[in-house]
């Protein structure tokens, strides 16, 4: 079927140029699928915003700043360069998908990011974007086009400034015009030219709410963050224990956090998002921290099946819960910090576990953690029993 973007040669009409008349297909039909903005990059020339976005990528991680993510060290040309992975590809789509939902509470009150509420995004963009693939390869005959959503090697967010789709602010997060700083990206690698967009302009000015905001100190200057102090960061990437000194700042956050984002101004022209999709799951934001500490690993999975929480792991997502009942500090959470303490299989919870009692106090806090440092056989463990007693 051939696009309406196409059928110029009526008498007296211009012809589109094939480049043009491809590009606006494309984004004609993102749009379509439920897309809130698309742009287009070209990758077989110079292109200036893309290689500062490779630049500032090197020096993040001469840095240190990724912190235990050491596959973001691997294929680091590919991340600059696309056509190092594809050396065919020509053109570059990039999409952002609205999660933008103001009817539900910040990640403070929540503890769940937003993004991570709904429909696992990998799901949700991935399926628009192997759409918008077919579509191209309909669409353009010969044409070959491969998509990625948070998965393959590209510097997103570098791509989507370069693409136009929108600027990267303070606080690294792209800000789109419709969306505000609650897209998720994705892209689309294509072996034919489109004509592509202006690079986006850079907005933020003087602003610094984001960097202010965050709790832990995890924006030192403006566009860098520093990840082994980003609450997401710890909550979700950090397989270890959560460096002690900055458990008490974490709140109430068990999956990500929004603070940043929160505190963007460009948000108030943000519209809300129309997919259901995006929507919190049924009872996620309802449920007791206490009642997540029940959960054994059969249990974790099914329960967030289909959702981005299960990439923290059981044991990782325990772990924050504990630390969020340590720092809500009611009495009434010990007796199944206890039972976690006792009795969960994973030494990193029962480390965490001993933290949040020895947070709370009490005497059955303290009988607890001393029952328990008679018997714990792991060494991490009962160095953290051994400071929440020494705590109070």
């Given at each position: 079927?051939?696009?309406?973007?196409?059928?110029?040669?009526?008498?007296?009409?211009?012809?589109?140029?094939?480049?043009?008349?491809?590009?606006?297909?494309?984004?004609?039909?993102?749009?379509?699928?439920?897309?809130?903005?698309?742009?287009?990059?070209?990758?077989?020339?110079?292109?200036?915003?893309?290689?500062?976005?490779?630049?500032?990528?090197?020096?993040?991680?001469?840095?240190?700043?990724?912190?235990?993510?050491?596959?973001?060290?691997?294929?680091?040309?590919?991340?600059?360069?696309?056509?190092?992975?594809?050396?065919?590809?020509?053109?570059?789509?990039?999409?952002?998908?609205?999660?933008?939902?103001?009817?539900?509470?910040?990640?403070?009150?929540?503890?769940?990011?937003?993004?991570?509420?709904?429909?696992?995004?990998?799901?949700?963009?991935?399926s628009r974007l192997k759409a918008l693939a077919r579509f191209a390869r309909a669409?353009?005959?010969?044409?070959?086009?491969?998509?990625?959503?948070?998965?393959?090697?590209?510097?997103?967010?570098?791509?989507?400034?370069?693409?136009?789709?929108?600027?990267?602010?303070?606080?690294?997060?792209?800000?789109?015009?419709?969306?505000?700083?609650?897209?998720?990206?994705?892209?689309?690698?294509?072996?034919?030219?489109?004509?592509?967009?202006?690079?986006?302009?850079?907005?933020?000015?003087?602003?610094?709410?984001?960097?202010?905001?965050?709790?832990?100190?995890?924006?030192?200057?403006?566009?860098?963050?520093?990840?082994?102090?980003?609450?997401?960061?710890?909550?979700?990437?950090?397989?270890?224990?959560?460096?002690?000194?900055?458990?008490?700042?974490?709140?109430?956050?068990?999956?990500?956090?929004?603070?940043?984002?929160?505190?963007?101004?460009?948000?108030?022209?943000?519209?809300?998002?129309?997919?259901?999709?995006?929507?919190?799951?049924?009872?996620?934001?309802?449920?007791?921290?206490?009642?997540?500490?029940?959960?054994?690993?059969?249990?974790?999975?099914?329960?967030?099946?289909?959702?981005?929480?299960?990439?923290?792991?059981?044991?990782?997502?325990?772990?924050?819960?504990?630390?969020?009942?340590?720092?809500?500090?009611?009495?009434?959470?010990?007796?199944?910090?206890?039972?976690?303490?006792?009795?969960?299989?994973?030494?990193?919870?029962?480390?965490?576990?001993?933290?949040?009692?020895?947070?709370?106090?009490?005497?059955?806090?303290?009988?607890?953690?001393?029952?328990?440092?008679?018997?714990?056989?792991?060494?991490?463990?009962?160095?953290?029993?051994?400071?929440?007693?020494?705590?109070?």
């Amino acid at each position: 079927m051939t696009s309406p973007c196409w059928s110029c040669a009526t008498s007296g009409a211009p012809r589109l140029q094939p480049e043009r008349a491809r590009s606006a297909a494309i984004k004609q039909e993102a749009l379509r699928l439920g897309f809130v903005g698309a742009g287009v990059a070209r990758l077989d020339r110079q292109d200036p915003a893309a290689e500062a976005g490779a630049a500032h990528y090197r020096a993040w991680l001469a840095r240190g700043d990724h912190g235990s993510m050491s596959w973001l060290e691997r294929m680091v040309e590919e991340r600059c360069h696309p056509r190092a992975l594809w050396p065919e590809a020509r053109s570059l789509v990039a999409v952002a998908w609205n999660y933008h939902r103001p009817d539900e509470p910040d990640g403070r009150l929540a503890g769940f990011a937003r993004y991570a509420r709904g429909r696992d995004y990998h799901r949700a963009v991935g399926s628009r974007l192997k759409a918008l693939a077919r579509f191209a390869r309909a669409e353009f005959p010969g044409c070959e086009a491969r998509a990625s959503v948070d998965t393959g090697p590209f510097l997103e967010r570098a791509w989507a400034e370069s693409a136009g789709l929108g600027f990267v602010g303070k606080h690294a997060h792209v800000i789109h015009k419709t969306s505000g700083n609650w897209a998720m990206l994705g892209e689309l690698l294509l072996d034919i030219e489109l004509e592509p967009d202006a690079p986006s302009e850079r907005r933020c000015g003087t602003c610094s709410r984001c960097m202010s905001a965050c709790p832990t100190g995890a924006i030192p200057a403006p566009y860098q963050v520093d990840a082994r102090r980003c609450i997401s960061y710890l909550t979700i990437e950090l397989e270890d224990a959560i460096p002690r000194e900055l458990r008490p700042l974490i709140g109430g956050r068990v999956f990500g956090c929004d603070d940043c984002l929160d505190a963007c101004p460009w948000n108030r022209f943000a519209v809300a998002a129309e997919s259901d999709e995006v929507r919190a799951r049924a009872d996620l934001l309802e449920t007791p921290l206490v009642d997540w500490l029940r959960l054994d690993r059969e249990a974790f999975e099914l329960r967030f099946n289909g959702l981005a929480v299960l990439r923290a792991g059981r044991d990782g997502f325990l772990r924050n819960v504990c630390v969020a009942l340590g720092n809500a500090g009611d009495a009434q959470s010990v007796p199944a910090l206890t039972h976690a303490l006792l009795r969960d299989t994973a030494p990193l919870v029962r480390g965490h576990a001993a933290w949040a009692l020895g947070a709370i106090g009490g005497l059955e806090a303290q009988a607890a953690l001393a029952r328990a440092l008679e018997d714990e056989p792991d060494a991490a463990c009962r160095d953290e029993i051994q400071q929440a007693l020494e705590a109070r």
